[in-house]
């Protein structure tokens, strides 16, 4: 399969179906990134849409020292940071900073991203750029200009504290781990 | 980490998440086959991803493709080379004005040699 920095430098020469392989394989990705993070699925459309189109007008400053994904995700970055721009001017914006996708389908996670909402904000967007974008250390790093130590202590404080968040959530939605469930096959047995 | 535990559980972290070298990833792999306290830290995180991915998200719609055909043939209409500097240099390096420059000099270098 084609990497996606030699599909990058195609388009940089002016191959469309180069770009058109980019955008089959980071539509989706993209999306969830937005939808995740956005309030309307409509909305989250809109700014993958405009993630390509920057790629589209600025396919020239990419430079292959950079993973595609990164300057992706980077461009994604910006576009949600400016939509929390407008929305605090607006005063629309949700209180907790995570207004994610209240119209999406999945309600069944409603409380994953009640968890979620609590983690500190740093730490929830390494997380959540590791789990749903599934960035490496190094990746995440460079996208959020801080030392790779620093995310991987990080994710791993997040991690626990969602933990501890994600418990009395899944007790109120009868939801049961599968640890959990071998305490209890265990408990069952003595 | 200690004697006991010769990794520290942000390390073991770094090997669910496969960010370990391969060596050291054989490692953990050993030591967590005779550890429960570390096997136990795992299975929390390893538990925690999973709930993350109960969260999904649908298929985007149609309306995500409007307005790229357009930005495409705008481009196409350009001319792709025009906005790829240096895109006429044999090697494929589109990098920046400064290596087009670069290639130009050696090109009349090669050419002043040739004259000698």
Known sequence: ?190 | MSQNHPFEQEELMAYLDGELSTDRAAAAVAHLERCPDCERVAAVLREVSQDLMTWEVGPSSPRIEAGISSALEERGREGAGSTAVGAEIPGGSLVSAASRRWFLDLQFWVWLYSLV
């Open chain 1, 1 to 190: 399969m084609t990497s996606d920095e030699a599909l990058m430098l195609e388009f940089q020469r002016g191959s469309r179906e180069a770009f058109e392989e980019l955008f089959a394989r980071y539509r989706e990705p993209l999306y969830g990134f937005f939808c995740r993070r956005l309030e309307s699925r409509e909305r989250a459309e809109d700014l993958a849409q405009e993630t390509f189109l920057a790629v589209i007008r600025a396919s020239s400053r990419y430079e292959p020292r950079a993973l595609v994904r990164t300057y992706l995700y980077g461009i994604a970055l910006n576009r949600v940071a400016s939509e929390r721009r407008t929305r605090i001017r607006n005063a629309v914006l949700v209180e907790g900073g995570l207004e994610a996708a209240t119209n999406a389908d999945s309600d069944a996670a409603l409380w994953v991203r009640r968890a979620l909402e609590r983690l500190d904000a740093s730490e929830r967007e390494i997380l959540m750029l590791r789990e749903y974008e599934q960035l490496s250390y190094s990746e995440i790093a460079q996208l959020l200009r801080i030392p790779v130590n620093t995310v991987r202590s990080r994710l791993f404080r997040a991690r626990l504290a969602l933990k501890v968040w994600l418990e009395p959530e899944k007790r109120a939605h009868g939801s049961e781990t599968p640890i959990d469930a071998s305490a209890r096959r265990r408990e069952g047995e003595v």
